[in-house]
């Protein structure tokens, strides 16, 4: 997303594309504990790299009703594009996922994270994104959501899912700031951009492949809330 990070993924072609949706295709198991949750709203806050790609992923998503793209994991002074770009701050570039829970669970939204939406085995970098606003996190927003995740996590581990260790970070959640406008709904503006095309067209491919039940082709827009 940085201007070398796009100067480099517009030089890789379209093997890299076919390469990363080739990654992204995975089954992976669903969690163990997956506690069910009656309420007509739940939210959580997913770090995973680029919040393009992931805030466009998540707006396919049946039973998601808000996807906002932001940073979480520093102070509310620091929460902005220029001040997050140069590592220093904590954040993580973020988006906030609002969800009706008998829909789409959490344990199902953690596991369209983990299968589609970003490789959880890479430290501090996604793709041609590299620094710590890049890397994995669960924002968790209730016991709950901590328990299930922690679960996940391990479960995924011990089965050896991805070969290497998931390194997630999992925190509970003590802000979440709004990116600035230009960067909401950013694939759905500008589907044609380099950088999306060959880094996050993949990752919708992938969701409309492994998840067909949960793909919702109008996806939810952060205008239309």
């Not at 992923?57 to 002074?77: C, L, N, R």
């Not at 067209?201 to 827009?221: E, G, H, I, N, S």
Request: proline fraction near 7%; charge should be negative; aromatic fraction near 12%.
């Amino acid at each position: 997303m940085k201007l070398a990070s796009l100067f480099a993924a517009t030089a890789v072609a379209m093997f890299t594309a076919a390469a990363q949706a080739d990654d992204l295709d995975k089954t992976i198991p669903a969690p163990a504990l997956d506690p069910a949750n009656d309420t007509a709203r739940e939210s959580v806050v997913l770090a995973g790299g680029c919040f393009w790609g992931q805030q466009a992923v998540f707006e396919h998503v049946k039973g998601v009703t808000k996807v906002v793209a932001g940073y979480s994991g520093g102070a509310a002074g620091t929460a902005h594009y220029p001040m997050v770009t140069t590592e220093t701050t904590g954040h993580a570039e973020s988006v906030e996922i609002t969800f009706d829970p008998k829909i789409v669970s959490f344990g199902r939204s953690l596991q369209i994270y983990f299968s589609v939406a970003h490789d959880p085995t890479e430290l501090n970098f996604q793709g041609p994104d590299q620094g710590t606003s890049y890397r994995s996190e669960i924002f968790f927003t209730s016991p709950a959501q901590e328990k299930t995740a922690r679960a996940y996590i391990a479960q995924l581990d011990a089965a050896r899912i991805f070969g290497k260790p998931v390194v997630t970070k999992i925190e509970p959640l003590k802000g979440f700031y709004a990116a600035e406008g230009y960067h909401q709904d950013y694939l759905i503006h500008n589907p044609t951009q380099p950088y999306i095309v060959i880094n996050d067209l993949p990752k919708l491919a992938a969701l409309k492949r492994v998840w067909p039940a949960y793909w919702r082709p109008d996806p939810v827009r952060v205008a239309s809330n």
